[in-house]
């Protein structure tokens, strides 16, 4: 099937990476907010989704493809990680030295080994190198989705249909065995939990997809009511806490874009595509780049902002959001404009590296 740009994903993207955002500084005030971390799964199902057609297929050659896959993959995710994590390392360096008290939002000067950490982020190796976290813990997920890349990506080809299955069975194993052994969710943004959870997203976008491309039918009013319905019931799920949000997160959001795919071409104007397209340009920038705009925010105002387990008052809380938003709305217009488009101008084509290999913005 043909490349086909969705801009009603587009613009759910963006607008799910201002609700990471937005759960990171204001979930201590407003605990309703605090599910929110479930977006990421949406990020990898969306991702899976959008990714498939530039992925091999059943009978392509295999080796030409997924080489060209990964390559654009990587001049996608590079350069705005790069930029992010050099910034991150630059500013807790001038902090350090100025004896500034950022601690809580700078563990990067005392992370260990240093060199290692800075290199294993700029790499993106965040799932395998936990230390590297300390230099921006926001791009976890990126760090899987590109390990789940590189695992999915050579199965496509293959013409067992039970592959991707098997797969994602393998994943969700991953994620239950991963949250069994450690009874925790921070123990799930590194190593095989992480993966797990990548996977199992990625592959149900795919597979989605690929149920789309066959089966390309009216929306139904019906349908797309009931997806809404049962994310928002995930939600409440999550908050009550019930176990197993996590195992019912991707199915959930599979069945939402499914629909939203459907639905797109009756419920976008003109006006709103503009919009989403804007929209799900910044998302990837805005998800990279708001931990590090939290943390230069907290840093200039007072010495008790910086502590963790201060509540703020709400028009603190909503200040500080909009703050941290427009700061990284703005660093990463800078971020496209001088750094990420001219390496894809000479390394790659900038359009297809756009518009088609989106990446998945989205973490806890």
């Known amino acids: 099937m043909a490349k086909h740009r969705f801009v ?39 991702s899976g989704f959008v990714l498939e057609p530039l992925m091999p297929h059943a009978g392509d050659p295999v080796r030409p493809q997924a080489t060209a896959f990964i390559y654009k993959r990587f001049l996608r995710f590079a350069p705005m990680a790069l930029v992010v994590v050099l910034f991150r390392a630059g500013t807790c360096a001038s902090w ?57 990506v050579p199965l496509t080809a293959s013409k067992n249909r039970f592959v991707l299955p098997l797969a994602l069975v393998c994943g969700q194993s991953f994620l239950i065995v991963g949250y069994w052994r450690n009874k925790s969710f921070a123990d799930l943004f590194s190593g095989y939990p992480a993966l ?18 066959k089966r390309q039918v009216q929306p139904s009013f019906f349908f797309m009511t009931t997806s809404c319905l049962l994310v928002v019931a995930l939600f409440m799920y999550q908050r009550t806490p019930y176990p197993g949000a996590l195992l019912l997160a991707p199915p959930v959001f599979a069945f939402f874009v499914f629909q939203a795919a459907r639905a797109e071409q009756v419920l976008l104007q003109p006006r709103m595509r503009k919009v989403a397209a804007y929209l799900g340009l910044m998302s990837f920038g805005v998800y990279a780049w708001h931990e590090n705009m939290r943390f230069l925010v907290a840093t200039f105002l007072s010495d008790v902002s910086l502590d963790p387990h201060v509540t703020q008052t709400a028009n603190a809380t909503i200040a500080k959001f909009l703050l941290v938003l427009v700061a990284s709305v703005v660093a990463t217009h800078l971020t496209i404009r001088y750094v990420e488009k001219p390496i894809q101008r000479r390394w790659g084509q900038s359009s297809s590296a756009r518009s088609d290999i989106p990446a998945s913005d989205g973490r806890m």
């Open 8 to 46: 009603l994903l587009d613009g759910l993207r963006g607008v799910a990476a201002i609700g990471v955002v937005l759960t990171h500084i204001a979930a201590r005030y407003f605990p309703v907010l605090s599910g929110l971390y479930l977006l990421v799964d949406f990020f990898f199902v969306l």
């Open 96 to 152: 350090s030295l100025m004896h500034r008290s950022s601690g809580p939002f700078c563990p990067a000067t005392s992370a260990t080994h240093y060199t290692l950490s800075l290199l294993s982020a700029a790499l993106l190796l965040q799932i395998v190198v936990h230390s590297s976290l300390a230099f921006s813990g926001a791009l976890w997920s990126l760090s899987a989705e590109w390990f789940s890349n590189l695992v999915i």
């Open 196 to 213: 797990g959870r990548a996977v199992v997203g990625f592959v149900l976008g795919l597979l989605i997809r690929r149920l789309y491309n």
